[in-house]
């Protein structure tokens, strides 16, 4: 049993604010049993391609590197550093850092996929004049098992999270931040297909709701188990979901519906 928490924290224009509140989010988690916290995506920053320069840090020497690290040593557990703006000379990235309860860099998953969406009287967004795309599957070794990262876009894209899947992972965690139009439409959508096609457990950690902000995320922070079922889900507002994963019911829906050893790879 794997007792986790995901942190859906208000982003504010201020950089230490937001690293202030996933510190109080953070140990919230620990003091309730989580062995591991999950933070959203581009929590340090706004969601706003005008920002992510400016808010751009160097891995493995940034500010926010260095909190992370102190938080996971401070509290033993494994964290999930949602996702901040990665300056490598003069490209930038999305990147999620994994640390262990030892304050370790495990993992480092750059957002594959670039949001550059534009949908009639919904959302505009082009993530790729300004950031770049990373070119890994991200997978980190824990006590229970494999887990996989991906970052927002990138479950939209199910051969990424299947590969993850036959590469061992029994969960994939997702910081994300869907918005007022893609949110309603898609997001619990995306997690329980996910979820369902791999039978493994799926976590999507969003920002809470601001609606002063120039980009609205959609919050509703969600855990789903390998039968499609949503175990727990968060609604716009602040605040640490805690839930408790058990990873035998894998096998369970596996051997329930052996859709694993049915796959005809001859086919396709």
């Not at 968060?234 to 805690?242: Q, S, Y």
Request: glycine share 6%; aromatic share 10%.
């Amino acid at each position: 049993m794997l007792k986790i928490a995901l942190c859906q924290l208000p982003v504010k224009a201020d950089k230490h604010e937001n690293l202030n509140q996933a510190a109080s989010m953070v140990q919230e988690a620990a003091s309730a049993g989580a062995q591991l916290a999950v933070l959203p995506e581009m929590f340090n920053c706004p969601y706003d391609i005008h920002c992510f320069r400016n808010y751009a840090e160097n891995i493995p020497s940034g500010e926010t590197v260095n909190h992370l690290s102190a938080l996971a040593r401070t509290h033993g557990l494994f964290l999930i550093g949602g996702s901040i703006p990665e300056l490598v000379g003069e490209l930038l990235y999305n990147t999620s850092i994994v640390f262990d309860p030892k304050g370790e860099i495990i993992a480092k998953h750059r957002k594959a996929h670039l949001f550059d969406v534009c949908v009639k009287n919904g959302i505009e967004f082009t993530e790729s004049q300004v950031l770049s795309a990373g070119n890994t599957t991200t997978i980190f070794q824990t006590p229970w098992g494999k887990f996989g990262v991906e970052i927002c876009y990138d479950i939209r894209f199910p051969e990424l999270t299947r590969k993850m899947a036959k590469e061992g992972a029994l969960l994939v965690i997702v910081p994300a931040a869907f918005n007022m139009t893609t949110g309603p439409a898609h997001w619990e959508l995306l997690f329980r297909s996910r979820a369902l096609d791999n039978q493994i457990f799926m976590l999507g950690t969003s920002p809470a709701r601001n609606f002063q902000a120039s980009y609205v995320a959609y919050g509703h922070s969600i855990a789903v188990n390998p039968w499609g079922q949503i175990l727990a889900q968060l609604d716009e507002k602040p605040g640490v979901l805690i839930v408790d994963l058990d990873f035998t019911q894998i096998e369970e829906v596996r051997e329930a519906l052996p859709v694993w050893k049915q796959r005809r790879e001859n086919l396709y």
